[in-house]
């Protein structure tokens, strides 16, 4: 045993207070302190994932009450890959950001790190909770970190990025209340298992009102559609490192929200149609607006909301296929936008309106950083043989087993935007001359920033080449999440290992 | 029907109004400030609601105390009191959040109408 | 190790060799790369045989490569092709942009295509095809020329073939378990009558979008002509013949199978008719070079199109021996032109004029080229349309021999129009410098020529793999009753029998030439070409005597109404169409954070109304 899965929350939550205390000692440890901790969690997170896999799910109480009356925290196949992706990306983002505002601002450095940490709590929090109400606070605690992060750069229109944030934050923090409290009233408990095991107690009409405020309320954070107005907003407006991590960490914590309460929670067996609608209208809308964006971290943006609707497409068939495909998706998205969203920041490093058009020639000037957008951009239109085919192509299965041919055509038809919008800048990047008059002045890439893309380019190359690398991890997952019953029983210690 | 069915609806019924007006408040009002009391109003009517679900008639403290062992039936449920403690705790952080950012909004735009604030957009 | 595998790695080291160590030397970089392309192609003709099968498993998927005689018809294509190019490529691209990107990308593409023939799965079918869209999408901007128009129309039709065809392939993957493509053949009686017509339909899509068919063809002119000359004659030569090979299987294999099936059949090949005629057409009337051999490679592949879909023994046969002659006069063809235009600046044909005296050998192999390429007697181009017309004759065709017809006399007209704008016609003092080709291009042409020549006389050295692959494909051995090494057979028991046609043909040619210069030696006196006079005048040396421009204006005064209804343009004002959709679709967005408040409570009281459907 390495540590417990409440370190994962414990020591991100206590860094974040203790960076201004260690700042005031040694300036230098406020950007030091983060990478540790970030180091430490994805050692953690890794090693605890491997213990799971090959003994069984651990489950941790706190504060020595048993479920289901204290909070649990669940570290299963399917959340420890999740958090391992999670707290990884978390690092990539820290390496990535190491130098941000060197030599330059103190303060707002110490900031930045502050809630980077805060975020990566809060998003591990979400996944591994096993409690609804727990799950709430760590949603706020993300929503708050992330209106900060968002409204970080004084002087822009961030903070009106992230006033929409909080508008929709805390509208769906409300009706996230709101389901909490017809579950509670219903069913007098807040542990998810125990929801779980008497959820067909409840009046089915109180469940699908509970169920409509809950996908209302963790909606805002897995950025469907409606509630995705906030979303290219703030993609836009926080610093580009905050960027991927928001795709890369806080959109994925907000799915897992979301599916762990519909197939958990309310233990719908087979299709969701609502699942399908939404995430169908979220990828239509999503693609088609990013198809004219005229600034590059918006249209990634726009994808990145895209992606997300195919996830939910995904997880909508119900099926172990199905899962499976919307994981890999899931993983491919960590992976590949933060990587697009970092080297896109790298591209646009000296201007701040992030226009498309100033990147025109940049390959000429950055090739390093140029051709790993290309790969990004390759992997996630799904090019052969870079990570985004596999998914996709278990995506595509997955809908054919069903039968679902509309779907299918559907989803290939958009992808031909997509595919259409990302060459459109590629072209933009490498086969235009540049041109001191629209082009930005290149920014020499610091070495902890390539450091940290060429990792993510080393995975993405290595799943596009040997996917089998993660496939079995995926398909535990999968199980894990589909087997309800398998959940209950562990949570509500039916024997197994539990930590006291 | 009895008081505690009449209560049950009154606090029921008020924090519904409550959210209401808070959602009218948020829809329709201009100001950023008048938004932010919108959603307050609310996070306020939530509360009550949450509150209202452990309302027990003659209920007392959920505290095992010698002599009051055969209170434990009417001992309201301590864990909605928990949770709106919480709940308020973080109401008034995001609200504090808000208040910020109009405070920068402000700086920024030399205006506190929503609808003049929209230059990220499409 | 296995062959295949070998082939690609040396395959994927040769590129990134190129790639890497190219920016050390240029020399290094030649080097490398003509030693890949020796090397895997020494491999592959001397150590892969048919009958070894690699197979593995990739996210449980069973995948499988293995050689086919099919294949190995289009391999020869690819392979002969890439070597022939790469050395002409290397000269040919000297002082051009991104050199260690080109040759790289100029492998992978190979090693694309390669993997297509081995692939004996959907799935890494699949891959390579996606591999070889990405390689060639590469190429087509690498000129940085109309990048955002052309290129973009490139990859969307690239796409829209590729998901075409991955969707029908995972319909097959889930509906029967497996991805081999004989299993899909042999199983496919098992599909329902809806999904035997939607997964040809789909596989056609994608195999018609790379081969150019109507109404898929509008990026060829594009693409072909902005990409680099040294790679469209790869492109256009071995490239889109992946397309015909697709076809070929799907239409002979799965097609038949089909209830009522001959409709696709007839679809397509008067498809690949209309796609002939109009692109000679807009061949006839282009002016640039580039443009024009691009059309005409469009109305090219229609025949090779037409030759498959109908599918009797003989239209198999001249559709296979169309591609692989297309492969080679076109390419070389496309090197005339890249020759051309390094050597001249540009590759319009109304500023070029009278490159014969200057550009000999270049001028030789464009004839003998365009001689294949028009049809004409005793060059392989002439065999090919013998057996397509008739294998039409014979299968009833009566009105698309017409079609064909027509598009094959047009054809002459482009053909005169390119021989005479480039090498013909009055000299001008502005071309007056110009050198022949450096030898290292002059030569590649030059061995094209011989081989168009060669495979007129002997058209059984290619004959022979193409009827071992239909007897792949289920076809009866054509030996000895269609051809023989140099003989053709027709269904009527006349042959013909090219060998001392050639050779007399051959001796007469080089008897007028020796005769003539033996008597002219003494008495030739050069002149200009201005050193004429008619009725009395004198013409001015700035006068232009010839007929380059608008040469044909009755000719498309006559077909004016079919060249009216352009299908780029409905393609074109389409797609503007969706974008200013969208452009307004997304103002749904409408940046006022209240708005987005009313979003959320309309989508509420939406979820509300609608719980009983949506859950």
């Known amino acids: ?500 | 029907m009895d008081t505690t069915e009449l209560i049950r609806i009154g606090v029921y019924g008020t924090s519904i109004l409550l959210i209401l007006i808070g959602l009218y408040a948020v829809l329709t009002k201009r100001s950023l400030i008048k938004i932010i009391i919108g959603l307050s109003i609310i996070d306020g009517g939530i509360h009550l609601l949450l509150i209202g679900i452990g309302y027990i008639k003659d209920g007392t403290a959920p505290i095992f105390s010698p002599g009051s062992e055969n209170a434990v039936a009417r001992m309201v449920d301590p864990v909605p009191q928990a949770l709106v403690l919480t709940a308020i705790v973080i109401g008034f952080g995001v609200t504090a959040v808000a208040l910020s950012l109009v405070i920068r909004l402000y700086r920024h735009h030399n205006t506190l109408k929503i609808d003049e604030i929209k230059n990220l957009k499409w | ?615």
């Open chain 1, 1 to 500: 045993m390495v540590g417990s899965p409440v370190l994962l929350i414990a020591i991100p939550l206590l860094a974040a207070f203790l960076i201004p205390l260690f700042g005031m000692v040694w300036k230098e440890s406020v950007r030091i302190v983060p990478g540790l901790v970030l180091a430490y969690l994805t050692y953690l997170s890794a090693s605890l994932y491997i213990e799971v896999i090959n003994t069984d799910t651990i489950v941790e109480i706190i504060a020595g009450w048993r479920p289901p009356w204290g909070i649990n925290l669940v570290f299963s196949p399917l959340t420890g890959f999740l958090t391992t992706i999670m707290t990884f990306m978390g690092f990539i983002v820290w390496l990535y950001s190491y130098r941000f505002k060197r030599n330059v601002e103190f303060e707002a450095a110490k900031k930045y790190f502050i809630f980077l940490m805060l975020l990566v709590a809060g998003s591990v929090g979400i996944v591994i909770t096993g409690d609804i109400f727990n799950q709430f606070v760590f949603i706020e605690i993300v929503g708050i970190s992330a209106y900060a992060l968002t409204a970080f750069y004084t002087g822009r229109d961030s903070a009106e990025a992230a006033f929409k944030y909080l508008i929709m934050g805390s509208l769906s923090a409300s009706a996230l209340l709101i389901a909490i409290i017809i579950i509670y009233s219903q069913l007098g408990t807040l542990n998810m298992a125990e929801i779980a095991a008497n959820i067909d107690n409840m009046n089915p009409y109180y469940r699908i009102i509970a169920m409509i405020f809950f996908i209302i309320g963790i909606g805002v954070e897995a950025e469907i559609f409606p509630l995705n107005g906030w979303a290219p907003d703030a993609y836009t407006e926080a610093p580009g490192p905050v960027g991927g991590a928001f795709s890369g960490i806080v959109a994925k914590a907000g799915i897992y929200a979301m599916v762990r309460m519909m197939f958990t929670l309310f233990d719908i067996a087979g299709p969701m149609k609502i699942l399908i609608v939404i995430g169908l209208i979220t990828l239509i809308v999503a693609e088609t607006s990013a198809l004219r964006q005229e600034k590059l971290k918006r249209m990634l943006a726009y994808s990145s909301i895209g992606q997300m609707g195919l996830v939910l497409v995904a997880f909508g068939m119900g099926t172990k296929a199905g899962v499976f495909a919307a994981l890999f998706l899931m993983l491919n998205h960590a992976i590949t936008k933060p990587m697009l969203f970092l080297s896109g920041s790298f591209l646009t490093f000296n201007t701040t309106e992030k226009y498309i058009k100033q990147i025109t020639g940049m390959a000429k000037k950055m090739p390093v950083v140029s051709i790993i957008f290309v790969l990004g951009a390759l992997a996630i239109t799904g090019f052969p043989p870079f990570s985004g085919f596999w998914s996709k192509m278990a995506f595509l299965s997955a809908a054919a087993d069903e039968n679902l041919l509309f779907i299918m055509a559907t989803i290939l038809i958009i992808s031909i935007f997509e595919v259409v919008y990302y060459f459109r800048v590629i072209n933009r990047l490498f086969f235009f001359e540049y041109d001191d008059k629209i082009s930005v002045e290149p920014h020499k890439p610091g070495f902890n920033g390539m450091i940290a893309l060429f990792v993510l380019a080393f995975i993405v190359l290595m799943i596009g080449f040997y996917p089998s690398s993660v496939t079995g991890f995926i398909d535990l997952a999968a199980d894990d999440l589909l087997n309800t019953h398998q959940y209950i029983d562990k949570v509500l210690q039916l024997g197994q290992t539990i930590i006291q």
């Open chain 3, 1 to 615: 190790m296995e062959t295949i595998l070998t082939i690609f790695i040396i395959f994927i080291a040769g590129a990134t060799g190129t790639y890497f160590l190219g920016k050390l030397s240029g020399i290094l970089r030649s080097v490398i790369f003509i030693t890949t392309l020796l090397v895997t192609s020494w491999l592959f003709f001397t150590a892969v045989s048919p009958d070894v099968i690699i197979e593995f498993e990739i996210m449980g998927i069973l995948m499988s490569w293995g050689l086919t005689p099919l294949a190995y018809v289009f391999a020869i294509i690819v392979f002969g092709l890439a070597i022939i190019i790469g050395i002409y490529a290397i000269k040919a691209m000297e002082g051009q942009r991104s050199l260690n990107f080109f040759f790289a990308n100029f492998l992978l593409s190979v090693m694309a295509m390669f993997g297509i023939l081995i692939s004996n799965d959907l799935i890494s079918f699949f891959i390579f095809w996606e591999i070889m869209s990405w390689s060639s999408y590469f190429m087509v901007v690498l000129n940085h020329k109309d990048v955002q128009r052309s290129g973009i129309t490139y990859i969307i039709f690239c796409v829209i073939g590729a998901y075409a065809m991955m969707m029908a392939i995972m319909i097959i993957y889930s509906y029967s378990g497996s991805v081999m493509i004989g299993d899909f053949i042999s199983n496919f009686h098992a599909f329902s009558l809806g999904m035997k017509w939607l997964l040809p339909i789909l596989l056609l899509i994608g195999f018609a979008s790379k081969a150019a068919l109507m109404p898929l063809h509008v990026w060829a002119p594009g693409a072909y002509s902005n990409s680099p000359m040294s790679y469209t004659a790869l492109f256009s030569g071995a490239l889109s013949k992946m397309g015909v090979y697709g076809m070929v299987i799907v239409m002979i294999m799965i097609v038949q199978q089909i209830p009522d099936g001959y409709w696709i059949k007839e679809v397509i090949a008067w498809l690949g008719g209309i796609t002939s005629a109009i692109g000679t057409l807009w061949a006839i009337k282009q002016d640039d070079a580039k443009r024009m051999l691009a059309y005409s490679s469009v109305a090219q592949l229609g025949y090779i199109i037409v030759g498959v879909a109908i599918g009797t023994p003989l239209a198999m046969m001249s559709g296979l021996f169309l591609a692989v002659m297309h492969g080679i006069f076109k390419s070389t063809l496309f090197m005339v032109v890249g020759a051309i235009e390094r050597q001249t600046g540009t590759s319009n044909f109304t500023e070029v004029t009278g490159l014969i005296r200057k550009m000999p050998w270049t001028f030789l192999a464009a004839l003998m080229s365009i001689i294949a390429l028009a049809g004409i007697p005793p060059l392989g181009g002439f065999i090919g349309k013998w057996m397509l017309y008739e294998s039409l004759m014979g299968s009833n065709h009566y009105l698309l021999i017409i079609v064909i017809f027509f598009s094959s006399t047009a054809a002459f007209l482009y053909c005169y129009k390119f021989l005479f704008g480039f090498f013909l016609g009055q000299e001008e003092k502005e071309w007056s410098h110009v050198k022949e080709a450096p030898a290292m291009m002059v030569v590649p042409m030059i061995i094209m020529a011989i081989l168009t020549f060669v495979l007129g006389v002997f058209p059984g050295l290619i004959l022979k793999p193409i009827n071992d692959g239909m007897q792949f494909l289920g076809y009866v051995s054509t030996d000895n009753r269609f051809w023989e090494m140099s003989t053709i057979f027709n269904d009527w028991g006349n042959q013909v029998v090219m060998e001392p046609i050639v050779y007399t043909i051959f001796a007469i040619f080089l008897f007028f030439l020796i005769f003539l210069t033996l008597k002219g030696y003494k008495n030739t006196r050069y002149v200009t070409t201005k050193d004429i006079s008619s009725s009395g005048e004198i013409p001015r040396e700035d006068e232009n005597l010839t007929f380059i421009t608008g040469f044909m204006q009755p000719f498309f005064r006559a077909v004016a109404p079919v060249m009216k209804r352009q299908i780029d343009k409905y393609y074109t004002s389409f797609g503007k169409g969706l974008e200013a959709l969208f452009d307004f679709t997304r103002r749904i967005y409408t940046g006022n954070g209240q708005t987005y408040a009313l979003y959320f409570v309309i989508f509420v009281i939406l979820l509300l109304m609608f719980r009983d459907s949506l859950f």
